[in-house]
């Protein structure tokens, strides 16, 4: 690679800032990696907290079928309560029209009796001045016997019906009490009925409240839960891949063995020495030429950068990993796992050679190694 504008630009950034954050990221300990024993025995216990966390979710789960069948129950009761108090509501209003009625009935009665008071009233004042002449005068002068029987038959009359209508006010003010009483009975049961029905509905209000609330408490941890078996198995899932690497596929035995990420015309070779050093292959492609990765591995780095085009950088354990650079392309994400010869992008334009192509470096940890003792030679 000529570096005739930006010498070593390109060389320091990614030794000095893209591998560092890779190495962090994805080699936990890139001095020495994790035996596949001790990376066992971690999956061994990250596993057992997942078993552990099912576990309380299939409590939490049960509580939660518990909780809700009991919110069920009295939301159900609730709506009984709530018919209930239709009923009671319409009690009231047949109560209310039935007061209307006695009270109707009590104003009748009432006039009824001040009428009755009234004939009353005129009966004592004809009887009056009866009774205060036969006091003074007595029967002396009464004409005849006829006259006589007459007044008495007057009389007896005028106080027969003194009596009649004194029984009448008596009886008028008996049903007036009896009337008010009715009322004042109905509308006491009445309250009383609603009173209980009204404490019932809030004590069930209060239960349904509780259940709710125990509900969210239950969901909320279940939610925390399930977050924290989701990381686990994440983390599961990074040691699974760490474990692979670290057992079933070892790179270095593909030294030499390695196929090309694109086939073109070499334009700068690999030569530390040179000023400034060249620590990877140039070639020329043809524009969109598909380039594909060297091994398996994981995507550890995807993005432009100003100058360089699109640069991945892939991870294939043990401190390995390979840079593909002015990519005019890449679908890859970033955490994605490659396998051996899948397409990582195409070839974009690259300044330094004038031409589309790929800059393309093996290193070891933050060292670059020749890619030519690891290429395939065919």
């Known amino acids: 690679m000529q570096y005739k504008q930006k ?41 057992e907290e997942v078993t552990q966390h099912k576990r309380t979710l299939e409590r939490l789960s049960s509580r939660e079928r518990e909780v809700y069948s009991r919110l069920a129950e009295t939301e159900d009761r609730l709506d009984e309560i709530s018919r209930g108090l239709e009923s009671q509501e319409q009690k009231l209003a047949d109560l209310q029209s039935r007061e209307a009625e006695i009270f109707n009935e009590y104003q009748d009665l009432h006039r009824q009796r001040e009428a009755t008071r009234g004939r009353v009233q005129e009966l004592l004042a004809d009887l009056w001045p009866i009774y205060l002449e036969s006091q003074s005068q007595g ?25 009649l209508t004194l029984a009448q006010l008596q009886i008028q003010s008996g049903r007036i009490t009896v009337r008010l009483a009715e009322l004042q009975n109905a509308k006491e049961e009445f309250e009383s009925q609603l009173d209980q029905v009204n404490t019932l509905k809030n004590r069930l209000l209060e239960k349904k409240l509780s259940f709710v609330r125990e509900l969210q408490e239950i969901r909320a941890e279940k939610l925390a839960r399930e977050e924290m078996v989701q990381e686990i198995m994440d983390v599961i899932e990074s040691l699974d891949y760490r474990l692979k690497l670290a057992t079933e596929r070892d790179f270095q035995r593909l030294k030499g063995h390695l196929p090309w990420p694109a086939r073109g015309e070499i334009k700068t070779s690999y030569n530390p020495a040179d000023s400034p050093p060249h620590n990877g292959i140039s070639m020329a492609l043809e524009e969109k030429t598909p380039v594909t990765a060297i091994s398996w591995g994981r995507v550890v780095h995807n993005d432009t950068l100003r100058g360089f085009g699109r640069v991945v950088i892939i991870f294939h354990g043990d401190g390995y990993y390979s840079l593909y650079a002015y990519l005019a392309e890449s679908p890859l ?11 990582i992008g195409s070839a974009g334009y690259y300044p330094d050679i004038n031409t589309h192509g790929i800059y393309f470096e093996l290193r070891f ?12 030679r065919s």
Not at 333 to 343: F, K, L, M, N, S
Not at 365 to 376: G, R, T
């Open 365 to 376: 940890k933050q060292k670059a190694i020749n890619p030519a003792d690891w290429l395939s």
């Open 333 to 343: 994400a970033i955490g994605q796992d490659v396998e051996q010869g899948e397409t």
């Open 7 to 47: 010498p070593g630009a390109f060389r320091l950034f990614i030794q000095s800032v893209i591998f560092p954050v890779c190495l962090f990221i994805f080699w936990p300990n890139p001095v020495q990696p994790s035996p596949p024993d001790d990376i066992e025995s971690e999956i061994e216990s990250r596993r």
């Open 139 to 163: 029967l002396a002068q009464m004409d005849d016997w006829a006259q006589m029987d007459r007044h008495i038959n007057w009389l007896q009359a005028i106080y027969m019906e003194l009596n």
